[in-house]
Each structure stands twice: as C-alpha cells, then as structure tokens.
C-alpha cells in the first residue's frame, strides 16, 4: 500500500531534503512508524510524548485533518495523500 506523504520546508532535514516520500500503513500511527524507520527524528517531529500527533503540526489525509477523521488512528488507504503542516501563529 503505497501512500504519498508530503513534507514541509521544516521537516525536510529528516527526509534528505525530500518535499514528498511515500509510506505505508493502515492507520497514520503505522505511517508514521514506518518514516520513522528510514527518516530517523521524524517521529520526535510528528508525535508528542504521550504517542499523539504533535499539536503545533497539523496532519490531512486527502485533505481533510485527522484531528477530525480519527486522530493518530485515521485509516488509510492505497493511494492516500498525506499533508503534514507545521502549525502557523503570530499576532
């Protein structure tokens, strides 16, 4: 199951410089481990430490935020396309 997963400027250090890999998983918790495991420090990037979504970076799967699908369980299908989103503040 081949899934798209593009990569802000910010995270692109843990990709080799990379705007998109693919990845594979059922759920964005497996895509996630499975990045992890040929981009090291990704996970540090995307989880917090309680194993959830970092919160100042937003994740979409086709468009739609996970944080209103199913969080870090979202399931995932072949040919999915993965947004990752570095939160953006100021004032």
Do not use: C, W
Not at 9 to 32: C, N, Q
Not at 44 to 51: E, F, S, V
């Amino acid at each position: 199951m081949a899934i798209q997963v593009r990569v802000p400027t910010v995270l692109r250090k843990h990709t080799d410089g990379e705007k998109a890999v693919s990845g594979e998983g059922g759920t964005v918790r497996e895509l996630v481990d499975d990045l992890a495991s040929r981009y090291p420090g990704l996970r540090d990037a995307l989880l917090g430490q309680d194993g959830q979504l970092n919160r100042y970076v937003q994740t979409y799967v086709n468009d739609e935020d996970v944080r209103f699908l199913g969080g870090i369980e979202t399931p995932l299908a072949d040919g999915d396309q993965v947004s990752i989103l570095p939160a953006v503040a100021g004032g």
